[in-house]
């Protein structure tokens, strides 16, 4: 199973960009996908994730600002981010809770994306 991360960059405060995740390989089902992000010197942090069924969660920061949704037919997890400020600037990985054939459940972390935001 592979986890492949697309769309960070460097924005202006106020801007929005939209990080994407696309999980392959032999998975059998997916029980939860969600993104994380790392500052630098700082430890890493779950900024929102989105369970099977649809519930989901976000840190306190995201909340009104970040939007997570789940492709099933993709398999790929969103993260939409709007309003950004210079303190969301970080490198987010996408991570994944995937049921599969050998593992029969494992935890995947994507290779990480740069987010930064300028002032």
């Known amino acids: 199973v592979q986890l492949q991360e697309s769309g960070g960059g460097l924005v202006q405060a106020g801007g929005s960009l939209r990080l994407s995740c696309e999980a392959s390989g032999r998975i059998i089902a997916i029980n939860d996908m969600g993104w994380y992000r790392q500052p630098p010197g700082k430890q890493r ?10 519930r989901t969660t976000y840190t306190d920061s995201a909340k009104g600002r970040f939007t997570i949704s789940f492709d099933n037919a993709e398999n790929t997890v969103y993260l ?37 935001v300028s002032s």
Not at 45 to 54: I, K, M, P, Q, T
Not at 105 to 114: C, F, H, S
Request: glycine share 8%; hydrophobic share 30%; charged share 15%.
């Open 80 to 116: 939409q981010m709007n309003s950004l400020r210079p303190e969301d600037s970080a490198v987010y990985y996408c991570n994944a809770d995937i049921s599969g054939y050998d593992p029969s459940e494992y935890i995947y972390w994507g290779q990480g994306t740069q987010v930064t």
């Open 45 to 54: 942090e779950l900024v929102a994730s989105v369970a099977h069924e649809g």
